[in-house]
């Protein structure tokens, strides 16, 4: 593979792990997963993780990944790169797994002392991409070993963070967002 195969295969076996984060903010709202529970002085996960938001989100991750494998022929045409076909497995555990390393992130950052919304480097960046490439590595290692190679990751490790806060200031300007992070 190219540098530009690698970039393509990756962003497009990232999507449906990428997608759940931006349209939680769109569909978030309703009741906290954590019911209003504190631990010690700080909120378990805070009003930011909410039932409404974990559920849209994942779903538009599994939906995407399902639209990407309708157009996967049409886009290898296309883009004259083989991109990956997402196995059922693969499509859950991406979407659902970057909601929950999303949420975990939420838990980690209340019990650090940062309330909703605050920042925290390197952690916001990355948390969705080790909670969605963890589940998939156990749940669909075949798959995952085909598609994530070592050259894939390291492409993953550096355009998500690109992605994030680039996505994050679109939304923050647009309104949608209360921080551009
Ligand atoms: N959201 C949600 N459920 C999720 C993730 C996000 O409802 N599991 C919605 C919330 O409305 C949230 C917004 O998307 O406020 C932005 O998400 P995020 O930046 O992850 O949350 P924050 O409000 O910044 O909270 P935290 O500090 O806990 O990350
Ligand atoms: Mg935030």
Redesign the pocket.
Known sequence: MDVIETVVVAFWAMLPAYVP?NA???????R??DGGRTWGDSRL??????????A??TATGVALALGLNAVRPTATDALAVSVPEFPIVAAVTLAAGA?VG??T??FV??RSG?????A?PGL?QLDFVVGALVPTAILAPSWFGKTFTVPVLAVVLVITPLLHVGT?VVAYYLGL???P?
Request: charged share 30%; hydrophobic share 30%; proline share 2%.
């Open positions: 984060n939680a903010v769109l569909f978030g709202g309703g906290p997963i996960l805070g009003d930011g993780k909410t039932w409404r938001g974990t849209g989100g909601m999303d949420v992130a939420s950052k209340r940062r309330e909703r919304g605050a925290f916001d994050n967002k209360d921080e992070w």
